[in-house]
C-alpha cells in the first residue's frame, strides 16, 4: 500500500483517524468486509449467506441456487404456509 509503518502507529495508538480510501483499500487486500474490519457483526443470517454466496466463483453459485431450490420443496425446512402456497400454483 505504499504506506509508511509510522502512520500505521498513528493508527493503531489513536493518534490520527484512518483514510476511508485506505480502510477500503486493506479491507480488499484482507478480502474482508468493511463491517468485518470496524468490528461490526453481520445482524442477520441473510446477511451471512450472502457473505459466503460471494465468496462463490459462478459455477459454485449456480449449484447454491439449485441446493437452495431442492431444500424449498422439502417441508421440514420451509414454512408450512409458504411451501402450501407453492404447491397450490404447481397444482
Known amino acids: 500500500m505504499n504506506i509508511p509503518n509510522s502512520t500505521f502507529s498513528e493508527w493503531e495508538n489513536g493518534k ?3 483514510d476511508i480510501a485506505a480502510l477500503i ?5 484482507l478480502e474482508v468486509s468493511l463491517n468485518q474490519i470496524i468490528g461490526i457483526e453481520e445482524k442477520t443470517i441473510e446477511n451471512k449467506i450472502k457473505k459466503e454466496f460471494n465468496k462463490l466463483n459462478k459455477k459454485g453459485k449456480t449449484e447454491a441456487e439449485k ?7 422439502i417441508p421440514e425446512y420451509t414454512q408450512k404456509e409458504d411451501f402450501l ?3 397450490d ?3
Open 85 to 87: 402456497k407453492e404447491q
Open 25 to 29: 483499500e486493506i479491507c480488499d487486500i
Open 67 to 73: 441446493r437452495i431450490k431442492e431444500l424449498t420443496y
Open 16 to 18: 490520527h483517524a484512518i
Open 89 to 91: 400454483s404447481i397444482s
